[in-house]
Nanobody, 120 residues
Framework: QVQPVESGGGSVQTGGSLRLSCAAP????????MGWYRQAPGKPRELVAY???????NYADSVKGRFTISGDSAKNTVNLQMNSLKPEDTGVYYC??????????????WGQGTQVTVSS
C-alpha cells in the first residue's frame, strides 16, 4: 500500500513556527478525512488535528489557538501550520489518511512520520 508523503519537519526554538504538508496516495476510494498525529518518546501516539471531507476540523486541546489544519480536496493534500511552538510539541508527526472503501469501511493509511523538535 502506498503511503501518504509528509514534509516540513525540522528543528526550531520555542515560539517558532513550522508548516507540515502531507499528500495522500492515489486511490480509487474517496477520502473521509486527513489528519496529523504525533508521538513523543515514551508516549503513545496522540491526535493533533484532523479535517474531514466537508471541511470540518478538530484539534487537540493542547494545540488549539496555535495550530491550524487546512486541506486542498482537489489535490488531496493537508497542511498543518504550527505557531508558538513549545518544547512539549516535540515528537514524530504522522499524517493519516482515512479512505472510505464503502464495502470494508474506513481504512487508514499512515505516513512514515516527520520529526519536529522544539528547543527551549
Amino acid at each position: 500500500q502506498v503511503q501518504p508523503v509528509e514534509s516540513g519537519g525540522g528543528s526550531v526554538q520555542t515560539g517558532g513556527s513550522l508548516r507540515l504538508s502531507c499528500a495522500a496516495p492515489g486511490s480509487i476510494f474517496s477520502i473521509n478525512s486527513m489528519g496529523w498525529y504525533r508521538q513523543a518518546p515514551g508516549k503513545p501516539r496522540e491526535l493533533v488535528a484532523y479535517i474531514t471531507s466537508d471541511g470540518s476540523t478538530n484539534y487537540a486541546d493542547s494545540v488549539k489557538g496555535r495550530f491550524t489544519i487546512s486541506g486542498d480536496s482537489a489535490k488531496n493534500t493537508v497542511n498543518l501550520q504550527m505557531n508558538s511552538l513549545k518544547p512539549e510539541d516535540t515528537g514524530v508527526y504522522y499524517c493519516k489518511v482515512a479512505f472510505d472503501t464503502l464495502v470494508a469501511g474506513i481504512v487508514d493509511s499512515w505516513g512514515q512520520g516527520t520529526q519536529v523538535t522544539v528547543s527551549s
